[in-house]
């Protein structure tokens, strides 16, 4: 079955602390990995996706993920949170190819604190 | 990248009566897409698959004759809530992607539905 488990609901860091949001996924194929980033209210916007090549992506605002194959991850870091990443996050796993639909994780909120 | 337009971003409507969200896919052709549903402090659950000229593809306990799903052209899919109740408020996100190898798919902005 494919699935996605964000193991951590609600993470709150301190403005310039490092961050790491954990994800681990079950897919049958090769998967194509995403991270989203919801604000309140808002629709979703991709900070980063994974499909192949070098296993640590960058992505928008200053994030990055590591992809592991032998431990089926897909984390995603941030070295120094400023209060407006104060969001939701989700972790996302679609097939490498075709025209499929993407598997979500329930989610992470983060805040931050001063 | 693509853009993914929802059309309206917020309805509030009385119960009963029926919502017809349309998604856009403004600079691609799209066979596909694929409507998602998001309760409050959720994920995103996916409902159903839109398909160009055929029928939708429906997730198992989403009902098809509430949820009609119309894709009549390679740019817009629509989802009409039909007889809406309050218990159908909710967050109705569209995506789609580019025909191709890779499997991008770019989502709309969402729709805010208020069922009173």
């Known amino acids: 079955a494919q699935s996605v488990t964000q193991p951590d609901i609600h993470i709150t860091v301190s403005e310039g602390a490092s961050l790491e949001l954990r994800c681990n996924y079950s897919?049958?194929?090769?998967?194509?990995l995403f991270w989203y980033v919801q604000s309140p209210g808002q629709g979703l916007q991709l900070l980063l996706k994974?499909?192949?090549?070098?296993?640590l992506v960058q992505g928008i605002k200053g994030f990055e993920a590591e992809f592991k194959r032998s431990q089926s991850s897909f984390n995603l870091r941030k070295p120094s949170v400023h209060w407006s990443d104060a969001a939701e996050y989700f972790c996302?796993?679609?097939?490498?190819?075709?025209?499929?639909?993407?598997?979500f994780g329930k989610g992470t909120r983060l805040s931050v604190i001063a | 990248g693509a853009v993914v337009s929802q059309h309206p971003s917020r309805v509030i409507c009385k119960s009963g009566t029926s919502v017809k969200i349309e998604c856009r896919s403004l600079?691609?052709?799209?066979?596909?897409m694929f409507w998602y549903r998001q309760f409050p402090k959720q994920s995103l659950m996916l409902m159903a698959t839109s398909n160009e000229g055929s029928k939708a593809t429906y997730e198992q306990g989403v009902e098809k004759d509430k949820f009609l799903i119309n894709h009549a052209s390679l740019t817009l899919s629509t989802l009409t809530v039909t007889s809406a109740h309050p218990e159908d408020s909710s967050f109705y996100i569209c995506?789609?992607?580019?025909?191709?190898?890779?499997?991008?798919?770019?989502f709309g902005p969402g729709t805010r539905l208020t069922v009173l």
């Open positions: 996302a796993v679609g097939a490498y190819s075709g025209n499929t639909p993407l598997v």
């Open positions: 994974y499909f192949s090549g070098d296993t």
């Open positions: 600079d691609f052709q799209a066979t596909t």
């Open positions: 995506s789609a992607g580019p025909a191709g190898v890779y499997n991008e798919q770019f």
């Open positions: 897919y049958g194929a090769t998967p194509y």
